[in-house]
């Protein structure tokens, strides 16, 4: 696993992971799926898509884990 990949879920993380988090979470799992930092351009494309569906399904994840034990929301 790439170790720069953080834990994005409570109580690992004390708020709910922003936006920002997510996408920084998917593209490291991209680069190291394919190997690239960088795409090349013929490659751009198909390696921004990649992190976008990652971001939504990892936004999708987290939106949908219940944390047992973790601090319920007020509301």
């Known amino acids: 696993m790439c170790r720069s990949i953080k834990t994005l879920r409570p109580p690992v993380l004390p708020e ?7 996408r920084a979470a998917a593209l490291q799992y991209v680069r190291k799926v394919s190997g ?23 936004a999708a994840l987290l939106d949908g884990l219940e944390v047992r034990g973790a601090a319920q929301k007020a509301g």
């Open 36 to 58: 690239f930092r960088a795409p090349a351009a013929h490659n751009k494309e198909v390696f921004d898509r990649a992190v976008e569906a990652v971001a939504e399904a990892t």
């Open 16 to 22: 709910e992971a922003t936006e920002d988090e997510i």
